[in-house]
């Protein structure tokens, strides 16, 4: 989304929260008690877009950590304590209580509603995200099923999509929604209509750029540059602090105008700020000359001011003439301004010949003046200093399939977010090579070149397979998983792995699984795929794991990898299911998925991974791939499985939390057949270490153990928050309700952790960072594994339901 739709979704959203359905309104006061609304609905609702629960604890966090000074003044009641130690999906305090008129104050406080209005326009963009996987390309209609998603979740939107006609426009959409009756959708008709009446009338067909966005992000562009030195020679001109000197050689002139080199360059810094946010054609009509490197010329060519506004640029006189420049970033008082500033000094007064660039708080002189740009001329931001064509050549260019522009207007940049090569219309099409830069795609127009158009206006049509199927699945997961595999036509043991990791993602990510990505086929795997088949009309990540197998297995499918499961589809599928034995039912199963991922078993139920090792040193990493992509660490002592396979130096291992990946062969002891007993005498130790249990270390988790361990989690449930157990090795009420209380998370820091850990130890996870009190990483992986084995909830967060079953 630009800025312009992220302000209308947001004075949407507000309006059907707390602003009685008319658009602008909203209640940053608002605040609704648990099951006010809802029976399912356990603890408060705060804010304009109605935060819950443990979003409603994100917001009074972020608040928090904007401006701490503030929120202690206003905290009156402890709600930091709260924040950090109560279990905020049940937290329930009455409006007119104390607490409650606290967070009241809290949320309408000048920091609160711009906390408000920064985290509803970052919730809108997840929801924009995830519906686009969804099928939908129109912005329009996305902003729609955004709408949806924030008041009933993606099951909401994809019950309205399974309604509705395709294509999926905002009108199609919204008819759907009418049908929608008895759900949460459909009864709030009154809401639906006001987001549809909004966005018909809000929502232009471009994105024009504002005075307020050019100033924005000419600010943002010379922030960045605070703390840059000056160099002492023409060497490593593009590092902030390396090679400082008093040469007065920089970056910006050798950008703007390389002569210049020795001379004074707080103008010429100013002139980089905007040819870097404007482009030069545009920068040269806002200064009326270019380049601007002399401030008296400056002062000549404009109109001058007395009084500053953000976005000026300031020019101090030293009573014969103007000799010191800079950009108002804020004026906070009627006497002060806060600059940014090249050529000068962290020092006080003003330094026209200083050693970089500073932010500045200045106090306004008699004689300061200031220019006023016009910004208005702005078009775009992100000019760069080569506008023109594509620069890229297009000899090498592998077309992977084509798509449509699914907007007006919509800008061709040179980079992603860079400079403007052209702009599309709805409906215009262009070949795209299945490359990606974050939010950006690559693709080629004809009369434009090569360039990067949004996702967001990116509609995928027919592809082709082109020469090698296998070569585009790899280049495929590359580009859509980060899978970092060689594209080299060869579907081996590493494209197996990250194809595997790919469907464990996109489960995850569709459906919520909470599955460990490790590449591992396993039960896990395999039970989520049988809940998730894959059958005709579907629309989503897991279908494109599906098109990539296809393709894997050299299927081309006419819409390519699309993420629709469409006729096309269908027919590979049943292609591949004949071709390999498999019921041709056209639906993508257990069996189905089993086969494409090369059914890679998981250690428990594979004879490969027969064999234990250990790390021989601290800090070990596991990589990916041979000398790839760090996935964590091991220290000495730290068990996993191999099964014997070796890429050169690098031994292939399997470790509980982190998955499969490899360690170098230096670090790797020799094998044994069992680390069972290791890691429970790893747990017995640390509770003989920390607590004086005064068990045997005998790889044995008897009775012993247990109740050593529940009085290891009592004596620190003492120690850390002050319970008052009775130290008795009886995991019973008291010591359930301590736990409920303190559940143990991520960041946490204690004994209670450290329980924890010597827990996980005892269940055959090992954790790479040990036992050592501090709930990171390895600590929440092995959390995770846990509760999957054991059929918990998979949140990563250690509370009753997980204590209950460690000390079993």
Not at 46 to 56: F, H, L, S
Not at 228 to 244: I, R
Not at 352 to 372: A, L, N, Y
Request: glycine share 12%; with cysteine; hydrophobic share 30%.
């Amino acid at each position: 989304m630009n800025k312009n739709e992220k302000v209308i979704m947001r004075n949407i959203i507000y309006a059907v929260e707390t602003g009685g359905n008319v658009y602008g309104n909203k209640n940053y006061r608002a605040f609704v008690e648990a099951y006010t609304n809802s029976s399912i609905e356990h603890a408060i609702t705060i804010g304009a877009a109605q935060w819950m629960g443990v979003n409603a604890q994100k917001l009074l966090k972020r608040i928090r950590e904007k401006d701490q000074a503030s929120f202690k003044s206003l905290d009156t009641e402890g709600i930091a304590y709260d924040l950090d130690n109560k279990s905020w999906d049940k937290y329930q305090v009455k409006k007119s209580s104390a607490k409650g008129k606290c967070i009241i104050n809290i949320i309408d406080s000048a920091q609160g509603r711009a906390c408000q209005d920064e985290l509803v326009v970052e919730d809108i963009q997840v929801y924009i995200n995830e519906v686009a996987k969804m099928g939908i390309t129109d912005m329009d209609a996305k902003m729609m099923c955004a709408n949806f998603a924030h008041q009933g979740g993606y099951g909401a939107t994809r019950r309205v999509l399974a309604k509705s006609k395709t294509p999926y426009t905002l009108d199609n959409i919204y008819k759907a929604s009418k049908s929608d009756t008895g759900n949460q959708v459909g009864t709030y008709a009154t809401r639906q209509k006001m987001v549809y009446d909004s966005l018909k009338k809000y929502l232009p067909n471009t994105d024009k750029i504002t005075s307020e966005d050019a100033i924005n992000k000419l600010l943002e562009i010379a922030s960045n540059e605070v703390g840059y030195l000056e160099k002492k020679s023409k060497a490593n001109l593009d590092s902030k602090t390396a090679n400082a000197g008093s040469g007065n050689y920089t970056k910006y002139w050798r950008d703007i105008d390389p002569g210049q080199h020795t001379q004074p360059w707080c103008a010429c810094f100013v002139t980089w700020c905007m040819m870097n946010a404007f482009g030069q054609k545009t920068t040269e009509k806002m200064l009326k000359h270019y380049p601007f490197i002399n401030c008296d010329r400056l002062g000549k060519l404009h109109s001058l001011y007395k009084e500053p506004k953000r976005g000026d640029i300031v020019l101090y006189y030293n009573g014969t003439r103007f000799y010191h420049t800079g950009l108002v970033e804020s004026v906070p008082s009627s006497s002060k301004i806060i600059t940014i500033e090249g050529n000068t000094s962290d020092s006080s007064g003003i330094v026209s010949e200083g050693e970089g660039v500073f932010r500045k708080t200045r106090t306004i002189g008699s004689s300061t003046r200031f220019v006023r740009p016009d910004y208005s001329m702005v078009t775009d931001v992100n000019g760069g200093f080569n506008e023109g064509g594509s620069s890229e050549n297009d000899s090498g260019w592998e077309r992977t399939g084509t798509g449509t522009c699914t907007g007006n207007g919509v800008r061709v940049r040179a980079t992603p977010g860079g400079r403007i090569l052209g702009s599309l219309n709805k409906g215009n099409t262009f070949e795209v090579d299945g490359s990606k830069s974050g939010q950006w795609v690559k693709i080629k127009v004809s009369g434009i070149g090569i360039g990067w158009m949004h996702q967001d206006y990116v509609s995928y049509s027919g592809t082709g397979v082109g020469s090698d199927g296998v070569k585009l699945a790899q280049r495929t997961l590359n580009n859509t998983f980060d899978a970092g595999i060689e594209v080299d036509g060869i579907w081996g043991p590493a494209s197996k792995l990250a194809y595997t990791r790919a469907l464990q993602k996109s489960l995850n990510k569709v459906y919520g699984t909470s599955l460990i990505v490790d590449g591992i086929w396993g039960n896990n795997t395999a039970n989520a795929i049988s809940i998730h088949n894959q059958k005709c009309g579907d629309n989503n990540l897991v279908v494109a794991v599906l098109q990539i197998g296809l393709y894997a297995n050299n299927i081309s499918l006419n819409g390519g990898i699309d993420h629709f499961f469409g006729p096309s589809t269908e027919s590979g599928l049943k292609t591949y299911q004949s071709r390999n034995k498999l019921s041709v039912d056209g639906i993508a199963g257990k069996a189905t998925f089993e086969a494409l991922t090369g059914g890679t078993s998981s250690p428990s139920n594979s004879s490969s991974w027969n064999s234990t090792a250990y790390s021989t040193g601290q800090g070990v990493y596991v990589r990916k791939t041979p000398a790839g992509e760090i996935i964590g660490s091991l220290n000495k002592g730290a068990s996993f499985k191999v099964d014997g396979t070796k890429v050169g130096e690098w031994i292939r291992i399997n470790v509980t939390g982190l998955g499969i990946g490899y360690m170098h062969k230096d670090y790797v002891s020799s094998y044994t057949s069992s680390g069972l007993s290791s890691n429970i005498k790893v747990a017995q130790s640390a509770l003989n270490n920390l607590f004086k249990s005064g068990i045997t270390a005998d790889g044995d988790w008897g009775p012993a153990s247990k109740t050593a361990l529940i009085k290891a989690i009592q004596s620190s449930l003492n120690s850390t928050y002050r319970t008052k157990l009775t130290i008795d090795g009886v995991y019973g009420p008291a010591t359930s309700t301590a736990i409920s209380a303190n559940n143990q998370k991520k960041g946490n820091n204690n004994l209670v952790v450290a329980c924890l850990q010597i827990g996980l130890h005892a269940h055959n996870i090992s954790l790479s960072a040990g036992v050592d009190k501090i709930f990171g990483v390895s600590t929440e992986q092995g959390v995770k594994a846990f509760q999957i084995s054991n059929g918990l909830t998979t949140d990563g967060i250690a509370g009753n339901d997980t204590f209950s079953r460690i000390v079993k």
